[in-house]
């Protein structure tokens, strides 16, 4: 079994590089005529880092917390740097020089955890020590892929194909949940568990598509309630949660359904409201009483009470279904092998197409200690907060 998993997990990988390959010399050579370089008067760099073993692992952003390090994976390694120098703090061999299989590295107060393709590791978050590993069942049939997963306390919990996993830290499995339809993003809260799932069905009229968000007894695993959502689920998007509700974002992945963004009660799975146009959604955050989206042709803000749309913008050609960050006033975003910053407030474009000193395209920009981190194909760039003219 592991063998075939791990056949797979190269697979995967390979097929990932050679994309990022293909994309780079389509989008680099061809837009770097159009670029717009603002960086000497609006964006100020902290320090740069220049991966030593190719591209970083460019869908796992950097994490940045208050006064401690930068953690990011460059495999085969776990780097750590001083968050305002930029300068190495540890570094540590990844188990078997496989790469992370994660969309975000979790941590808690002193711990850090991430899956690789058959196993949890933790690490100690000041040192990169490794404090434990657990080999993971497998429970789906065929390749994942990338792992959903979220942490609270030591509870450790992983997405298989249709699976969700509850994994005690330094203990083992609790629990398996079998869902009917392939798992998108997850969330932990106190004692709940919501999970977004999503299902393709060929028809006559074509692929139709399916979508749920269910909330788990996070102890044992029993279903709470289970909203259905308009046709297309919840497939790219994170969870985003406050005080009572959860904001759920849909988006194809190649069927016939309708695009919406739900506000749900997250104690009954009762409906708040939802968006009456076909507004996708790839990424979001919530910022305030503010919904930051992502629909891969620009940004849009809307109200979290009402679900009104703020505003909208179109930021140009190129792939654009990549995250969206803030910070200080100002939404962060990658697009088309560039970097884009708007105003929250109104939507405007204050920086269009930047590229970084290395001139290589832009992947994935993420916040955190009031710094900007922007990813490349050759650098980890840390910059300040956007400055205005």
């Known amino acids: 079994m592991v063998n075939k998993r791990f056949e797979r997990a190269v697979y995967f990988w390979l097929t990932f590089h050679i994309i990022i390959l293909v994309q780079c010399q389509l989008l680099a050579p061809a837009d770097t005529e159009d670029m717009e370089d603002h960086s000497v008067s609006q964006l ?4 740069q880092y220049a991966y030593k073993n190719g591209p970083g692992d460019l869908m796992l952003p950097p994490i940045a917390v208050a006064d401690s390090p930068v953690v990011f994976s460059e495999a085969p390694v776990l780097v750590a740097l001083q968050i305002n120098t930029g300068e190495k703090v540890w570094q540590t061999l990844l188990p078997h020089d496989q790469s992370l299989q994660s969309f975000q590295l979790l941590y808690n107060e002193s711990i850090l955890t991430a899956p690789q393709i058959d196993r949890v590791i933790v690490w100690d978050k000041l040192t990169g020590e490794e404090l434990w590993s657990y080999s993971v069942p497998e429970v789906d049939q065929g390749f994942i892929g990338f792992y959903y997963d979220a942490l609270q306390g030591n509870d450790f919990f992983l997405t298989g194909v249709r699976t969700i996993l509850y994994i005690r830290l330094f203990e083992g499995l609790t629990w398996a949940k079998r869902l009917p339809h392939r798992i998108g993003p997850l969330l932990v809260q106190d004692a709940i568990v919501y999970v977004g799932t999503f299902n393709l069905e060929q028809r006559d009229d074509g692929t139709y598509e399916e979508g749920s968000l269910t909330a788990l007894n996070r102890t044992t695993g029993d279903s709470l309630w289970t909203y259905q959502t308009d046709g297309v689920g919840p497939t790219h998007s994170p969870l985003l949660i406050d005080d009572n509700s959860i904001y759920v974002g849909t988006a194809s992945r190649g069927g016939i359904g309708h695009y919406r963004f739900y506000s749900i009660d997250k104690y ?14 790839y990424h979001a955050i ?104």
Do not use: M
């Open 44 to 47: 100020f760099l902290r320090w």
């Open 268 to 281: 009954t799975g009762h409906l708040n409201w939802q968006t009456v146009s076909n507004l996708a959604s």
């Open 286 to 389: 919530l910022v305030g009483d503010t919904i930051f989206g992502n629909d891969s042709l620009g940004l849009y803000a809307l109200d979290k009470r009402t679900g009104a749309l703020l505003w909208q913008n179109d930021l140009g050609v190129g792939h654009g279904e990549d995250p969206v960050a803030y910070l200080d006033g100002y939404v962060y975003h990658t697009k088309g092998g560039a970097l884009h910053i708007v105003d929250a407030r109104t939507g405007e474009i204050v920086v269009h197409k930047y590229l970084c000193p290395d001139r290589s395209s832009v992947w994935y920009v993420s916040t955190g200690a009031g710094a900007v981190f922007v990813q490349t194909l050759q650098h980890l760039y840390c910059y300040e907060s956007f400055q205005p003219e």
